[in-house]
């Protein structure tokens, strides 16, 4: 690749990145607002890790495209279609309603994991490189995290209070968890249930991705030795 054109991808993907941190953190006031009795730890730690996002976003494509020009364009593409894994699932539960979700949740989840072994797994084979297979599946798994949050908050906000998003939590389970809670809001439940989720996913997807990315690679750089 040119020197020029990753220069370029990394700053558009920098940008878009740091654009997504922002909307995510606008979203997370917004259930703030919305849900004022919510617990304020919930949402510092959905702020604090989206803060920390950002921290990455800003320094981490130039630094990525300099190691491994690849690194980013792999993280583009197999980001965007893990995220994109995530969007319809999130929109597919709205649109048919199913009575139990968990299924839906088993097939988007093993897709996405296939998808950050799959990015290391190509990253190893074509450059041989452990670490950089690695970073690739944690980009990936960046990308894809960021379109989560965004597409989850923003669904959840454009249904509440419908009768439609009362029988996607009914199917998540989320009544059930609610009186076994022994919490007396359930606006404010919820919303920390979202706000944990949150954090969560942001966390441990980078986590799971770079240990995905560890084997994606030793099977990528296996797979390229045995082509020799």
Known sequence: MPTSARSDLAKQLRRGLLCGVAVALVLVLVGRLLAPTSSMISTLGASGMLVAYGVAAAMCPPRLSRRQPEILSRAVLFGGLAGAVFAGEVLLEYVFLPADNTTYGMVEFGIVLTLYFGAAFLT?????????????????????????????????????????????????????????????????????????????????????????????????????????
Do not use: C
């Open 124 to 228: 190893a084979w074509r450059s041989g490189s452990l670490p950089n297979a690695a970073l690739t599946s944690v980009a990936s798994a960046f990308v894809a995290s960021l379109i989560w949050i965004i597409t989850v908050l923003g669904v959840f906000y454009a249904f509440r209070g419908s009768a439609r998003q009362t029988q996607v939590l009914r199917a998540e389970g989320d009544y059930e968890d609610f009186a076994r809670s022994g919490m007396t809001d359930f606006n404010a439940f919820i919303m920390e249930d979202f706000m944990g989720a949150a954090f969560f996913h942001l966390l441990l997807g980078l986590v799971v991705a770079a240990i995905l990315g560890l084997l994606g690679g030793l099977a990528g750089k296996l797979m390229a030795r045995l082509r020799r």
